[in-house]
């Protein structure tokens, strides 16, 4: 999951239990081409134990919003942590076209419930307003993610998430918890925008998917300058 770190805007400390022997293991690539257009499958699965958390600095964000938070407004959908625990079964997808023997990438779909089983990739949202002299977390949820996609498109870069339930940060995971989320998923998947996105980062995955889509051996993602240091990360 380096890659979170690579499309934030923001510092990220990540953070894994000491125990962790959490891993990601390729199982099947499938590439299909038809005329102009391709598109490749890469089948992968979480193994192991443990768990790695990305938790987002956005104090840089309440400060380019401060004098309309302070006038009352809320700051939404602001994203506090990207979670992986557990096993679980993905695919990314990767399409595009094909023309004079160069390929270029349109779009890339990172899915973490492949056949059927629950993604193990969870994101932590909250709104934040001004209350009581200081900036305060408030409307706090835990989504379940089924998809992250990149688009190569005009403007600034974005990830479109969807997710397959919600619930309050507090509330346990019980079966009924898990339907009523479910419901509310189908609403809030037509509610949260697309992220922003560090443009490197989005340029990145783009470059990734293209990697698989020609069958590279090996792919180096760039260094990610919003990774915190280790004595950084140890100290909060």
Not at 129 to 154: I, M, W
Not at 160 to 183: C, F, H, N, T, Y
Not at 213 to 232: D, I, R
């Amino acid at each position: 999951m380096y890659f979170v770190p690579l499309i934030s805007q923001e510092p990220v400390v990540a953070f894994t239990n000491p125990a962790v022997d959490h891993r990601v293991r390729v199982l099947s690539t499938t590439r299909r081409l038809k005329g102009r257009t391709f598109q490749v499958t890469c089948e992968f699965e979480f193994c192991g134990n443990g768990f790695e958390r990305h938790v987002f600095d956005y104090n840089r964000e309440i400060h380019r919003h401060e004098d309309q938070l302070k006038r009352g407004r809320l700051l939404p959908h602001v994203l506090a942590a990207i979670n992986v625990e557990g096993p679980g079964r993905g695919t990314i997808e990767i399409d595009g076209t094909q023309a004079n023997g160069a390929q270029t990438v349109a779009e890339v779909r990172l899915r973490f419930n492949a056949h059927g089983q629950s993604s193990p990739v969870t994101i932590a949202l909250r709104d934040i307003r001004y209350s009581d002299g200081a900036f305060q977390p408030v409307n706090e949820v835990v989504a379940r993610v089924n998809t992250l996609t990149f688009q190569r498109k005009p403007g600034p870069p974005k990830m479109e998430v969807s997710v397959a339930s919600i619930r309050p940060k507090d509330a346990a995971e019980s079966r009924w918890q898990s339907l009523k989320g479910s419901i509310e998923a189908m609403a809030v998947n037509l509610l949260i925008p697309p992220l922003d996105v560090d443009a490197r980062g989005h340029q990145a995955m783009l470059d990734f998917g293209l990697a698989l889509a020609a069958g590279a051996a090996t792919f180096t993602f760039p260094h990610a300058p919003n990774l915190l240091p280790p004595t950084a990360r140890q100290a909060r």
